[in-house]
């Protein structure tokens, strides 16, 4: 009996559009998942879909040709432009407990956030004018003093931090943040933290939550502001 041929047809697609055709299709997962942010979910669920969203596109991006090309492309602007945050962080455990919240924004990690040396996120001055200071009272919380809060990850893994203003120029926050980005893996400019602030309910104290997601993108982009 005549064997059939084992070998490929040519027309089956190669390595390289097969792994391009796994980081489109990853982006459109994620792209999905951002939808989700218009349903209200449990927790546990929300928190479950933010890790699978960051672990597809990071598993979509391990090619260096499909990574080069892509840094010059128009994904970093669908990407960094179409996404909202949920206006109330869904984070595992805080719930009933989150009082008045600040709106959220996000910023582009750069080298300095992520250097252990430095141990400090960085925020843009303009975001924590708008969107974190109308939520002190500025009676008894100063940031050129430091103001000491409680820093939330999308798990509820608490993490003690400081909201300074350094030199009336930078605010920051600070002292456990270096623990926070080295457990969540952080790096520059392809990871992108979303910030938000909050009274807790019981304590009256501020706090803060901080979710991540990875982009492909290698370089520092400027947000287009409307």
Not at 6 to 28: G, M, Q, R
Not at 47 to 61: D, F, V, W
Not at 96 to 121: A, Y
Not at 188 to 202: A, K, P, S
Request: include cysteine; aromatic fraction near 8%.
């Amino acid at each position: 009996m005549e064997l059939s041929s084992t070998e490929p047809s040519s027309s089956e697609p190669s390595y390289d559009e097969k792994e391009a055709a796994e980081v489109l299709l990853c982006f459109k997962q994620a792209e999905d998942l951002l939808y989700l942010k218009h349903k209200k979910l449990d927790p546990l669920i929300a928190a479950a879909l933010e890790e699978t969203k960051s672990n597809k596109i990071r598993q979509g991006t391990k090619s260096k040709k499909i990574r080069q090309g892509l840094a010059g492309s128009n994904h970093a602007d669908t990407f960094f432009d179409t996404y909202e945050p949920p206006e109330i962080p869904p984070v595992v455990g805080l719930d009933g407990l989150i009082g008045k919240c600040s709106k959220p924004f996000e910023k582009q990690l750069t080298s300095s956030d992520v250097r252990p040396d430095q141990s400090r996120l960085t925020m843009n001055k303009a975001d924590v004018v708008r969107c974190l200071l109308p939520l002190l009272n500025r009676e008894e919380e100063n940031p050129c003093q430091g103001i000491k809060v409680k820093t939330y990850d999308m798990q509820g893994n608490e993490y003690d931090m400081a909201f300074k203003l350094w030199a009336s120029k930078v605010y920051v926050l600070t002292t456990g943040w270096k623990n926070f980005f080295i457990k969540h893996g952080l790096i520059e400019n392809e990871d992108f933290v979303t910030i938000w602030m909050f009274r807790n309910l019981q304590t009256n104290k501020l706090c803060f939550v901080i979710s991540s997601r990875r982009l492909p993108i290698y370089e520092p982009i400027k947000r287009r502001r409307g």
